[in-house]
């Protein structure tokens, strides 16, 4: 499956932005898919995961109330609204696909064999 993320831009503090992330493939609904963000000189971070079926989520407690994972499997797109932003949002946000995920989600970067080339999110003061 290749995976394209999309939505980034610059936004001020308080404000919110929609990210998607596109897939092409077949039976995109057996694929938990993923958001993690790195900012510069950061590791790579845990953001959201959803299951294939869209049953089961999970969020980095950083981001919990504010964001929101979901997914459309008609039109093969996991979606990460993001409310309330705060400028530590700020990163490179990069969504991963990861095979036999009907029903799981998994918040481990290694654990995803697929991954989109980031987009970037900027939230000024």
């Known amino acids: 499956v290749q995976l394209q993320a999309s939505g980034g831009g610059l936004v001020q503090a308080g404000g919110s932005l929609r990210l998607s992330c596109a897939a092409s493939?077949?039976?995109?609904?057996?694929?938990?898919v993923g958001w993690f963000r790195q900012a510069p000189g950061k590791e790579r971070d845990f953001v959201a995961t959803?299951?294939?079926?869209?049953?089961?989520?999970l969020y980095a407690e950083s981001v919990k109330g504010r964001f929101t994972i979901s997914r459309d499997n008609a039109k093969s797109t996991v979606f990460l609204q993001m409310n309330s932003l705060k400028p530590e949002d700020t990163a490179v946000y990069y969504c991963?696909?990861?095979?036999?995920?009907?029903?799981?989600?998994?918040?481990?970067?290694?654990?995803?064999?697929?991954w989109g080339q980031g987009t970037q999110l900027t939230v000024s003061s």
């Open positions: 991963a696909a990861r095979a036999l995920g009907y029903s799981s989600t998994y918040s481990w970067a290694n654990d995803y064999g697929y």
């Open positions: 493939g077949r039976a995109f609904i057996n694929y938990a």
């Open positions: 959803i299951s294939g079926s869209g049953g089961s989520t």
